[in-house]
């Protein structure tokens, strides 16, 4: 009975259940930056996000000052709590209670004693550290430069704050990074559907030689790979004189947006019934009025589609702009702003690449849920006859 038409499928529930566990696998990557950036950055590198609400334990080390050396019978004794060196202090905050559950005495065997033990160390040294902190350092010689280094390790509750976020937004120069991107987001997003829109028109209504393999160039232009034009681009840029700028980045993206736009608006607006526009022909409407005042309203839904499309790409593009923007500070976009002065060369800090993940998707997710019911019949475009 699954095969007659109407009826209701039996394997139903295996098509709900794929759903939702296909939506809770691309969630969870999701989920995982989220969480990370409200996380301290030393805690991120100890333990995994699915371990945040937990006790995470980190190493320390801290100075026994040479200041508080005294001698008792011919034995140096330095004494103190490892919680009160200023490292320690800037690290944990103030008022921090933690407990120490291993210490060394150096930084190839940090945690190489358990608490409350009285380690026997180089040179006729001990070194006992209680689990309050309290440590007393010992050496039959008197203590040289500073004063020895104890490393320690402590269970330290979970961090959650804003110190991520607020490193990012108020990083010098992210304000005109912002404006940067919105500059080159919006006119490389109008600019190809105002382009592909009169193409796809062309291609969708109009007779003329040649339409047929036009329309097969576009779709062959679908497979080829942005990173093969970008250095003869940039070279017809300098040529042309507009090298490294607005306009040569706008242009670029434009480039490289039109055989989707121009596809997808032409299988939209191919669909359009035919008997509307011939009427409006035959009353006396040009090409260029059926297409504003007909085609245009009606082909709205597909041009939401691609609008959504491009201005996610050149919203998150990083390529493009490195090769098509000037390197310095008043021209950078926000991916290029947090990617050179945020990470660094090695992009290791997770807690801001997280963050700063958040903070960029912030627009991008506005526009699409804004525009997201036309994505669907936009994508759809032509599918059906």
């Known amino acids: 009975m699954d095969n007659i038409a109407g009826t209701k499928s039996s394997l139903t529930w295996a098509v709900n259940i794929t759903v939702v566990a296909l939506v809770l696998i691309w969630l969870i990557p999701t989920v995982g930056l989220l969480v990370s950036s409200f996380r301290d950055r030393d805690q991120i590198t100890q333990s995994g996000w699915w371990n945040s609400p937990f006790a995470v334990e980190q190493t320390f080390r801290a100075r026994a000052q040479k200041a508080d050396m005294v001698e008792r019978d011919g034995v140096f004794v330095i004494e103190g709590n490892v919680f009160a060196d200023a490292d320690v202090v800037e690290a944990l905050g103030e008022g921090a209670s933690l407990t120490v559950s291993q210490f060394g005495g150096s930084s190839r065997a940090p945690t190489e004693f358990t608490a409350g033990a009285v380690a026997e160390l180089k040179r006729g040294q001990t070194l006992l550290v209680e689990p309050s902190g309290d440590f007393v350092f010992t050496s039959p010689d008197e203590f040289k430069r500073s004063g020895p280094r104890v490393y320690f390790a402590a269970e ?73 034009a970008l250095v003869p ?28 736009a121009i596809y997808l608006l032409r299988n939209y607006m191919v669909g359009l019934p035919r008997d509307i526009i011939e009427s409006a022909k035959v009353d006396g409407a040009t090409d260029f009025q059926v297409f504003t005042k007909i085609v245009l309203p009606l082909s709205f839904p597909a041009l939401a589609s691609f609008a959504i499309f491009q201005f996610l790409w050149t919203w998150n593009d990083l390529l493009v702009a490195k090769v098509f923007l000037p390197s310095n500070d008043a021209s950078k976009v926000m991916t290029v702003k947090i990617a050179d002065d945020l990470l660094g060369s090695k992009g290791g800090d997770w807690g801001i690449l997280a963050t700063a993940a958040f903070v960029s998707i912030a627009v991008p997710l506005l526009v699409f849920f804004t525009m997201q019911r036309y994505l669907v019949r936009g994508l759809l475009a032509g599918s059906v006859k």
């Open 156 to 228: 330290t509750p979970p961090d959650f704050n804003l110190a991520n976020y607020r490193q990012v937004l108020t990083s010098d120069g992210m304000d005109v990074a912002f404006i940067n991107t919105l500059t080159v987001t919006i006119p490389a997003t109008v600019i190809p559907i105002l382009i592909a829109a009169f193409a796809a028109y062309a291609l969708a209504w109009m007779e003329f030689p040649g339409r047929g393999l036009l329309i097969a160039t576009v779709v062959g232009l679908l497979v080829v790979p942005l990173q093969l």
């Open 233 to 260: 681009l940039l070279n017809l840029h300098n040529q042309v004189g507009i090298g490294q700028s607005f306009v040569g980045i706008w242009l670029a993206h434009t480039g490289f947006g039109l055989p989707l």
